[in-house]
C-alpha cells in the first residue's frame, strides 16, 4: 500500500514545518512526515524550508545568521492565531518517540554547504534510536553519499526535479534504497522498473486527484503531499480493491 508523507507536514491547513503542522498530520493518520533542515549561525539544526526566514515567518533574513535563540523568536505561523517558532530537529525526533511515524529529512545543503550538518543530524538521529524510521534526502547528492558513508544503516534518496535515465542504476551506484522525484519527471513504467528493481520511488509534491489515483493506481511507494486528508481519503478507494 503507498504510504502517505505529509509534505512539511499537514501543510495544507497549517503553518508548514511547525510542530503543529506535524502533530495534524499524525492526527490525520499520514504514514510519515517530511520536513527541510538547515543550520543557525552557532550550529543548531532547525526545520525550515527556505534559506530566508521571510517567506514563513514575521522576520528577514538568511537562517544562517541568525543564533538559535534569535530564530526561536520569531512566529512561523503566519497563516494562525497561535504563535509557532522555528522548530529545533530535536523536538520533531523527541514527539516521534511517541508515535510510529517515519520521517523523511530533507537537507537544504544546495545553496549553503552548512559545513557539518550530515554529522549533526546522523548523530541526532542515532541519539534517538530513530535510524530505521528516517530518510535522509536532498538535492546535493555529494552530500546523500556523504550521509550514508557515515550511517550506512540510515536510508537516503536522492531528490530530482527533472528525469533521469534508469534511476534504479545511479540509486544502486550512490547506495540509495529511494529516490524522490518531481511527480511529473517520472513515467509509470520508470517507477514500476526501479521498484521492480528494489528501490523505494516517493514522488513529490502530489496534490492533484488526478496525481494521487496515477501514483495509488501502480501501487507506487509513497506520496510526498501538502494535503494528508485528501490523499487518505483518495487512498480508501484503493484500499477496499482486491
Not at 503566519?78 to 523523511?104: D, F, H, Q, S, Y
Not at 528516517?134 to 536522492?158: G, K
Not at 550512490?174 to 518531481?182: E, T, W
Request: glycine letters at 6%; proline letters at 4%; one cysteine or more.
Amino acid at each position: 500500500m503507498t504510504q502517505i508523507f505529509a509534505h512539511r507536514g499537514y501543510a495544507v491547513s497549517f503553518a508548514e514545518n511547525t510542530m503543529g503542522a506535524f502533530g495534524e498530520a499524525e492526527k490525520a493518520g499520514a504514514d510519515g512526515i517530511e520536513l527541510d533542515v538547515q543550520l543557525t549561525k552557532d550550529g543548531e539544526l532547525v526545520v525550515i524550508h527556505d534559506e530566508k526566514v521571510d517567506r514563513t515567518t514575521n522576520g528577514n533574513g538568511f537562517v544562517k545568521d541568525f543564533l538559535y535563540k534569535e530564530i526561536r523568536k520569531l512566529n512561523a505561523n503566519k497563516k494562525g492565531v497561535k504563535k509557532e517558532p522555528i522548530p529545533a530537529l530535536a523536538e520533531v525526533l523527541e514527539r516521534m518517540k511517541t508515535n510510529k511515524l517515519l520521517c523523511n529529512i530533507e537537507l537544504k545543503n544546495g545553496l549553503f554547504p552548512y559545513e557539518g550538518m550530515e554529522e549533526k543530524v546522523i548523530d541526532l538521529v542515532q541519539s534517538y534510536g530513530l535510524s530505521n524510521r528516517i530518510i535522509i534526502s536532498s538535492f546535493n547528492h555529494y552530500s546523500i553519499v556523504y550521509s550514508y558513508r557515515l550511517a550506512p544503516e540510515i536510508e537516503t534518496a536522492p531528490l530530482f526535479i527533472e528525469g533521469i535515465y534508469m534511476p534504479w542504476i545511479y540509486s544502486q551506484s550512490i547506495r540509495a534504497k529511494g529516490i524522490h522525484p518531481k511527480h511529473s519527471a517520472m513515467s509509470d513504467k520508470i517507477i514500476v522498473n526501479t521498484m521492480a528493481n528494489g528501490i523505494a520511488v516517493r514522488p513529490y509534491t502530489v496534490n492533484k486527484d488526478a496525481d494521487m489515483h496515477r501514483f495509488f493506481k501502480i501501487n507506487c511507494t509513497a506520496i510526498i503531499t501538502d494535503d494528508t486528508v485528501k490523499a487518505l481519503r483518495i487512498r480508501k478507494q484503493y484500499e477496499k480493491r482486491p
